[in-house]
């Protein structure tokens, strides 16, 4: 299997900040990575696919960069809404892994 | 637009089976996506279960492989789990999804809390 590591595993900011989290994966994965959010008591919600591509109907301020094995997500300027647990998952082989999240949350 | 909503039994007893079934609306399943089910233990991350294809392919999680089978009912337009010999390490919100765009999970369902217990 193909292990995924995100850091930080926590992270606090405030509204406006910039923000980035670091996904890496145990053996390259060519541009096969993906990024969600997920809030409380929801399901996870696509932001990113192929390592850059934005989902439609995602806000501009996230992006995505990286292939082989580092992967970075960025939130350009933090709102409100965005305090929420990140996920990573590479879609290069199966079975399909996640990282472990990242919290983001409120400074 | 296409929706999943998945369906079954919130309460399973150990050793029992686990049945859940993700109902698709809005949309063909018959498509050239594949459909997962995921699963989320409380507090903890999230960890693919397996995929099926519209044709029946399926692709299964090597550390669940023994204790899965995912089938799909064209006609209903849905696609059900089936986990046995289930234990409290089981417990978990479970999901279905689309896979999408590079085999992401572009749609997903709502989620259903099951919990074994007896």
């Known amino acids: 299997d193909i292990q995924m590591t995100q850091s930080p595993s926590s992270l606090s900011a405030s509204v406006g900040d910039r923000v980035t989290i670091t996904c890496r994966a145990s053996?390259?994965?060519?541009?096969?990575l993906n990024w969600y959010q997920q809030k409380p008591g929801k399901a996870p919600k696509l932001l990113i696919y192929?390592?850059?591509s934005l989902q439609s109907g995602v806000p501009s301020r996230f992006s995505g960069s990286g292939s082989g094995t580092d992967f970075t997500l960025t939130i350009s300027s933090l709102q409100p809404e965005d305090f929420a647990t990140y996920y990573c998952?590479?879609?290069?082989?199966?079975?399909?892994?996640f990282g472990q999240g990242t919290k983001l949350e409120i400074k | 637009q296409v929706q999943l909503q998945e369906s079954g039994p919130g309460l399973v007893k150990p050793s029992g089976t686990l049945s859940l079934t993700c109902a698709v609306s809005?949309?063909?399943?018959?498509?050239?996506?594949?459909w997962s089910w995921i699963r989320q233990p409380p507090g903890k991350g999230l960890e693919w279960i397996g995929e099926?294809?519209?044709?029946?392919?399926?692709n299964y999680n090597p550390s669940l492989k023994s204790r899965v089978t995912i089938s799909v009912d064209k006609s209903k337009n849905q696609f059900s789990l089936k986990l046995i010999s289930v234990t409290a390490a089981d417990t978990a919100v479970y999901y279905c999804?689309?896979?999408?765009?590079?085999?992401?999970?572009?749609?997903w369902g709502q989620g259903t809390m099951v919990t074994v217990s007896s």
């Open positions: 998952q590479q879609s290069y082989s199966t079975p399909r892994t």
């Open positions: 192929a390592a850059f």
């Open positions: 809005g949309g063909s399943f018959s498509s050239t996506n594949w």
């Open positions: 099926i294809y519209h044709s029946g392919s399926t």
């Open positions: 999804a689309r896979t999408g765009y590079s085999h992401s999970f572009d749609i």
């Open positions: 053996q390259s994965i060519s541009s096969y």
